[in-house]
T-cell receptor, first 116, second 114 residues
Framework: AQKVTQAQTEISVVEKEDVTLDCVYETRDTTYYLFWYKQPPSGELVFLIRRNSFDEQNEISGRYSWNFQKSTSSFNFTITASQVVDSAVYFC?????????????FGQGTRLTINP | DGGITQSPKYLFRKEGQNVTLSCEQNLNHDAMYWYRQDPGQGLRLIYYSQIVNDFQKGDIAEGYSVSREKKESFPLTVTSAQKNPTAFYLC?????????????FGPGTRLTVL
């Protein structure tokens, strides 16, 4: 069975601080995909990144960066110099295989609050 | 603009009534999904469809039904058999290909049973 664990239920930091959101996953698939989504107060999920199991390169996009480590089954997300607009619930998700419905399994989410 | 629309944004239902949530997409995606989100929890899959006239149960399909008569539309009916229907419902779509692609989500419908 596949499982995603986001142990941090809520995080609160002051603006401009760096913050890391943890994601640990479990899967028996050798090929799988990991995702991060942002859910602002409006409710709609916004796609942030996809990473496949063959690519362990870290990725940076502006203030956002992702650290994928297969050895520890983790896919952590760091926001550098956080801003109030980063306040949202962030979800890590997992999908297995090339074919099929490629259903997503979500973690429980981390509520991030950036205080001015 | 391409995207996914869900209506209504808020929905109130009396106990014992069936209610249908709308989901429409103009992204030309083959696959569509329905998720349920409860407060403080992640999303759980209700039903999904990979092609017109075909759909499969997800992890929590009991008390729900769907149809997929058109590529663009994937309505979800919450029946009176659903014991605790109050939740936030999200529809998503994905363009299937050899490589897994991300799912795109609609704005959601918040259902409250009175």
């Amino acid at each position: 069975a596949q499982k995603v664990t986001q142990a941090q239920t809520e995080i609160s930091v002051v603006e401009k601080e760096d913050v890391t959101l943890d994601c640990v996953y479990e899967t028996r698939d050798t090929t799988y995909y990991l995702f991060w989504y942002k859910q602002p107060p409006s409710g709609e999920l916004v796609f942030l990144i996809r990473r496949n199991s063959f690519d362990e390169q870290n990725e940076i996009s502006g203030r956002y960066s992702w650290n994928f480590q297969k050895s520890t089954s983790s896919f952590n997300f760091t926001i550098t110099a956080s801003q109030v607009v980063d306040s949202a619930v962030y979800f890590c998700a997992l999908s297995g295989g090339f074919q099929g419905a490629q259903k997503l399994v979500f973690g429980q989410g981390t509520r991030l609050t950036i205080n001015p | 603009d391409g995207g996914i629309t869900q209506s209504p944004k808020y929905l109130f239902r009396k106990e014992g009534q069936n209610v249908t949530l709308s989901c429409e997409q103009n992204l030309n995606h083959d696959a569509m999904y329905w998720y349920r989100q409860d407060p403080g929890q992640g999303l759980r899959l209700i039903y999904y469809s990979q092609i017109v006239n075909d759909f499969q149960k997800g992890d929590i399909a009991e008390g729900y039904s769907v149809s997929r008569e058109k590529k663009e539309s994937f309505p979800l009916t919450v029946t009176s058999a659903q014991k605790n229907p109050t939740a936030f419902y999200l529809c998503a779509s994905r363009h299937p290909g050899m490589w897994v692609n991300e799912q795109f989500f609609g704005p959601g419908t918040r259902l409250t049973v009175l």
